[in-house]
């Protein structure tokens, strides 16, 4: 466990600095956690609500997609089990899995996999590898993890363009409106993500905007103000370098924008330090009570849509059973 401070009760603050300084510092004190702020929810899916209170302010926002938005790919793609309704969710959860009769004729095609494993708890001892494969690879490992039984390898199709996607899957995942009409119509890029939960995406940011969309199963995502994912994403570099060389400071090798992200972020010990500050219960022995007053949370389940802002850090969790599956497109 990486500490944070030399007293397990001095926890890192964010704090914005004066105009014209530089944009955030860091500093210990003492401080009290408070809850997560909950993404707001739009009233309604539409091209101007959207605009008016997510896209000009950005700012993030969840939406619940109407029957008229909802592609093809939800239903055509995937069988969806919503529990029996006599009882709680957490006895009766929803879960989704693949339609076979509809993904066999096209697992020859070539997609991007991440192939992650874990040989213990001990996330430093993680591999990754980024493979390009036929899908059949994936389908595989999703039908062979059908159960509750899972291996230690995760094989998780991750950012794969929908253009590079056969015409007919392409078909039943159109761009929405908002990404066409709500700003300027530029589509920077798109993507597939679809594996078996539980999934994981750590904490960086995207140039653009994105329209993230949630096709089959539940995510998690918190996500931060560009400034404070920044300070994080700088305080996080300091601990490494000091971890390897001794020294409290920025290497060289690192930069601060992080605008684009690399293999390191998905093993090692960034993605060590990064977990343990966004994702793990606070503690005395987890000094991350400050880092957790500034995160936002959504919950997006299937036929829901999270708006990301431009360079708001998040990062991304497939949560619950069954396979999870989404799309974005990076717009402006």
Not at 150 to 179: E, F, G, M, N
Not at 235 to 243: D, M, P
Not at 245 to 257: A, F, M, P, V
Not at 301 to 328: D, M, Y
């Amino acid at each position: 466990m990486i500490r944070l401070s030399h007293s397990p009760y001095h926890l890192l603050e964010l704090v914005c600095a004066p105009p014209g300084r530089e944009a955030l510092r860091c500093r210990y004190v003492k401080t009290h956690v408070r809850s997560l702020t909950n993404v707001p929810v739009l009233s309604c899916w539409t091209i101007d609500t959207f605009r008016r209170e997510a896209f000009i302010p950005q700012t993030p926002a969840v939406l619940a997609l109407s029957n008229e938005s909802l592609p093809q790919a939800i239903t055509e793609w995937f069988f969806h089990h919503d529990g029996d309704g006599s009882g709680p969710r957490s006895q009766s959860p929803r879960r989704s899995e693949l339609k076979p009769s509809f993904w066999r004729d096209h697992g020859q095609n070539i997609v991007s996999l991440e192939v992650t494993n874990s040989a213990s708890s001990d996330s430093l001892s993680t591999t990754f590898d980024r493979i390009d494969a036929p899908l059949s690879v994936l389908l595989t490992h999703i039908e062979r993890t059908s159960g509750e039984d899972h291996t230690s390898q995760s094989i998780y199709l991750a950012q794969h363009d929908l253009r590079d996607l056969p015409k007919v899957l392409q078909d039943d995942l159109p761009t929405p409106d908002l990404v066409k009409y709500a700003g300027k119509g530029d589509l920077y890029s798109s993507s597939l993500w679809l594996g078996r939960s539980p999934t994981y995406t750590p904490l960086h940011r995207d140039p653009n905007p994105n329209l993230f969309m949630q096709l089959a199963g539940t995510k998690v995502i918190r996500l931060f103000r560009p400034e404070i994912g920044d300070a994080i994403f700088d305080y996080t570099t300091k601990l490494i370098n000091y971890a390897q060389n001794g020294q409290y400071g920025l290497s060289d090798q690192r930069t601060r924008s992080a605008s684009f992200r690399g293999e390191e972020m998905m093993m090692g010990l960034e993605r060590s330090i990064l977990h343990n500050l966004i994702w793990e219960e606070p503690s005395p022995t987890n000094n991350n009570c400050t880092i957790l007053r500034y995160v936002y949370e959504a919950t997006v389940e299937r036929g829901q849509a999270l708006f990301i802002p431009k360079c708001w850090w998040h990062s991304v969790k497939g949560v619950g059973g069954g396979v999870t599956a989404s799309a974005n497109w990076w717009f402006r």
